[in-house]
T-cell receptor
């Protein structure tokens, strides 16, 4: 069964460093998402991406964040200068077509980011 | 604004018993989708079941069923014959309406219910 793949599974970084979280969505999917889950809290939407551009972003997704689909398969989330409060689990998700009513978002296993 | 409410922070159930996890939602849009995801201690988000707002019947997927009461805006997850492996966090989520051009299909999540299955 096709799946969304995220690497690394755990990233430890120093405050102020840049990190890139990587995702390989399901191959025939067209819409891509990043979500964040701070430990013990609910999952929050960060950004959606379609046709090589951001289609929507939340208030969390400020200038420190960026997304890119550099090569047609990878979908990356970059945090330019990490802060302690960026420590969270980051999930990538994808769907094939937003028009379908039964449009299940498949999630990757997540990247746990720890900012020290 | 759309909102998902899960009022049970934690639930216990005996193995082989059925359990109902509550979810209520709020939206003014007529077209929406409701999802349940399971998050085991390992952290991944596993899709369980989907209910569309126009679906005539309650969704079922194996041991999972969704008790969809549209007028009450509730979409409770029923797990029958609980197994030890069902112990996990369960999230209810809603997808925004499809009937306008700017919809991005983002999901709005509830705060989750931690289910513990006891032997």
């Amino acid at each position: 069964e096709p799946e969304v793949t995220q690497t690394p599974s755990h990233q430890v970084t120093q405050m102020g460093q840049e990190v890139i979280l990587r995702c390989v969505p399901i191959s025939n999917h067209l819409y891509f998402y990043w979500y964040r889950q701070i430990l013990g809290q609910k999952v929050e939407f960060l950004v959606s991406f379609y046709n090589n551009e951001i289609s929507e972003k939340s208030e969390i997704f400020d200038d420190q964040f960026s997304v890119e689909r550099p090569d047609g398969s990878n979908f990356t989330l970059k945090i330019r200068s990490t802060k302690l409060e960026d420590s969270a689990m980051y999930f990538c998700a994808s769907i094939r077509d937003r028009v379908l009513t039964k449009n299940i978002q498949y999630f990757g296993a997540g990247t746990r980011l720890s900012v020290l | 604004a759309q909102k998902i409410t899960q009022t049970q922070p934690g639930m216990f159930v005996q193995e082989k018993e059925a359990v109902t996890l509550d979810c209520t939602y709020d939206t003014s849009d007529p077209s929406y989708g409701l999802f349940w995801y399971k998050q085991p201690s390992s952290g991944e988000m596993i899709f369980l079941i989907y209910q569309g707002s126009y679906d005539q019947q309650n969704a079922t997927e194996g041991r999972y069923s969704l008790n969809f009461q549209k007028a009450r805006k509730s979409a409770n997850l029923v797990i029958s014959a609980s197994q030890l492996g069902d112990s996990a966090m369960y999230f209810c989520a809603m997808r925004e309406a499809l009937n306008y051009g700017g919809a991005t299909n983002k999901l709005i999540f509830g705060t989750g219910t931690l289910l513990a299955v006891q032997p």
